[in-house]
């Protein structure tokens, strides 16, 4: 595949970098002020939170953790389920801890909900949520999202960090796919 073929399957730019950048740091400094008295465990889930989790986390200007959780929120199909396996679960102990999971894209909200009664029963001190998407018109669960990025149409979205077979996670920018790489 050459380099510019990647510019061609996209069809509409929905966030762009500089976009994403400076809505990172606005969240940075209210996550700052949040947890001025308490150290802050970053909760990545993989793969898709990679790109979040490293702009975020160097965008803080605090002491945090990181540790990460792979999960399959899908069966055969392509939409959640809602049965969560964990694939690669945390190395922490989270006994005391101020978890904050950091998501890529809430859509239906199953995959969240689902994490979130997870890590709350592991005793920690608190857990919160910050997501860079979500799709309000995709849920199925209200998911109490403390910091959130942008609103997005219910569209399947790809680029940083977000996958279509694997592929467009490298994107600097969150776009809609052309129909043309579907079929
Ligand atoms: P849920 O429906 O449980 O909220 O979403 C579970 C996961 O599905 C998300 O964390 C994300 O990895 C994936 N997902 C949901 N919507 C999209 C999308 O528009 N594009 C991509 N690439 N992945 C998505
Ligand atoms: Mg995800
Ligand atoms: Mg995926």
């Known amino acids: 595949m050459e380099t510019s073929d990647v510019a061609n399957d996209l069809a509409d730019i929905l966030v762009t970098e500089e976009e994403i950048h400076a809505k990172?740091?606005?969240?940075?400094?209210?996550?700052?002020?949040?947890?001025?008295?308490?150290?802050?465990?970053l909760v990545g889930v993989l793969r898709g939170a990679v790109m979040v989790m490293a702009d975020l986390a160097r965008e803080l200007r605090a002491h945090v953790e990181m540790d990460w959780m792979a999960v399959s929120s899908y069966g055969s199909g392509t939409k959640s389920s809602g049965v969560v396996r964990i694939l690669k679960d945390l190395d922490s102990?989270?006994?005391?801890?101020?978890?904050?999971?950091?998501?890529?894209?809430?859509?239906?909200?199953l995959t969240l909900s689902w994490l979130l009664e997870n890590l709350r029963s592991r005793g920690a001190a608190s857990v919160e949520i910050c997501a860079l998407l979500r799709k309000p018109d995709a849920a199925k669960v209200e998911v109490p999202v403390k910091y959130i990025g942008f609103d997005i149409p219910n569209d399947?979205?790809?680029?940083?960090?977000?996958?279509?077979?694997?592929?467009?996670?490298?994107?600097?920018?969150?776009?809609?796919?052309?129909?043309?790489?579907?079929?």
């Not at 467009?168 to 809609?176: H, K």
């Open 24 to 41: 990172l740091a606005e969240l940075s400094r209210q996550i700052e002020a949040d947890y001025a008295d308490r150290e802050i465990l």
């Open 93 to 109: 102990d989270l006994t005391g801890r101020h978890v904050l999971i950091v998501e890529d894209i809430i859509d239906s909200g």
């Open 156 to 183: 399947f979205v790809v680029g940083y960090g977000l996958d279509y077979a694997e592929k467009y996670r490298n994107l600097r920018a969150v776009a809609v796919l052309a129909p043309h790489v579907y079929s």
